[in-house]
């Protein structure tokens, strides 16, 4: 190799790397109830989305400019509600042009599902919510790899070539259907590091948060069209019963971020936390069960049944999954 060899190895970027799970283990189980340190913004309007959507959000300048801008919103002024969104936001999901998280995946684990959604719904922001710190730096971790693979191969001479989404998830369920080895590895989709995705990842993101005490302060009245439950918590004990995610509280709440028409999903192996699940839901009188014959042609509902690295884990061990999805409806009262 001679030195002009060199110098371009040496000016070459740096291979992007996926992390590896096995440097970000953390307990299962963390005490919601616990007084931990959590960052969180005192109004929806005042959360910077601009350091997990780079591409959609322009970062506030600090607490002066988010504070005018606040106030210029409320005033109906939007070329301020335009600073915020940044360049290239406008069509980008959210109602008139103003880029929104509007999916949201409640314990979102180590990233699965979004990064199986991410493809299916580009123009769709979403954001895993997760309480664990290890989880939560490992996700980002891992989304951050995907875009910088995926701004590679967009520079790659003669392009590169686009993933046909839909039949990559129809082979990975056949995959899962399969016989396989118990001693077999984990089955994880770590996202397309060799192939173009619709997106480019650019739509997703992730936060640590305890969504028992903070959803309120990121989400607006109605701004969400989807949230997931997938593979929570079980808390077998009963007197652990009151910090299960689906609560008569925590539906209220969910009832508020979630607009009419949008879906809840829930899905678990343990059959006592389904029928906890279907029993509040039932009883709560802003949601109506999704019938099953409907859900079949949800594109989502493939990947809450499969994508998730636990949803994977409990195919792979021929266990039971239960699924129930509820719609939003009006409030009677308004």
Not at 137 to 164: C, M, S, T
Request: with cysteine; charged share 30%; glycine share 6%.
């Amino acid at each position: 190799m001679d030195a002009a060899d060199e110098q371009i190895q040496e000016q070459a970027p740096a291979q992007p790397k996926l992390p590896q799970k096995r440097f970000f283990r953390q307990r299962a189980h963390v005490n919601v109830f616990s007084d931990m340190a959590f960052e969180y913004p005192e109004r929806p309007s005042a959360q910077d989305w601009s350091t997990h959507y780079p591409a959609y959000f322009r970062p506030l300048s600090g607490p002066d400019d988010e504070a005018k801008r606040a106030a210029s919103e409320e005033d109906g002024d939007p070329a301020a509600a335009e600073a915020k969104r940044g360049p290239g936001a406008a069509g980008h999901g959210g109602s008139e042009g103003a880029a929104k998280v509007e999916f949201a995946d409640i314990g979102c684990g180590y990233g699965g599902l979004l990064v199986a959604l991410a493809p299916l719904y580009p123009n769709t922001l979403m954001v895993g919510m997760e309480i664990r710190t290890k989880v939560v730096n490992y996700l980002q971790k891992r989304i951050e790899a995907l875009r910088a693979f995926q701004h590679g191969l967009l520079q790659r001479p003669g392009g590169a070539e686009w993933v046909d989404v839909r039949a990559k998830l129809r082979r990975e369920i056949a995959e899962l259907s399969a016989p396989q080895d118990p001693a077999a590895p984990e089955l994880h989709d770590n996202g397309e590091t060799e192939r173009l995705v619709p997106g480019h990842y650019e739509n997703i993101a992730s936060m640590r948060i305890n969504c028992q005490k903070y959803l309120p302060n990121f989400f607006e009245k109605g701004q969400l069209s989807k949230i997931f439950i997938l593979f929570a918590d079980p808390h077998f004990k009963r007197r652990k019963h009151k910090a299960r995610i689906v609560s008569a509280t925590m539906l209220a709440e969910y009832a508020y971020i979630l607009r009419p028409g949008g879906i809840l999903y829930t899905i678990t192996d343990v059959k006592d936390l389904y029928e906890w699940n279907v029993k509040h839901l039932d009883a709560s009188p802003l949601f109506e069960r999704i019938p099953d014959a409907e859900l079949e042609s949800d594109p989502a509902v493939p990947c809450v049944v499969n994508s998730t690295e636990e949803g994977k884990k409990v195919a792979r061990n021929k266990g039971s999954k239960f699924l129930a999805c509820y719609r939003r409806i009006e409030d009677p009262a308004e």
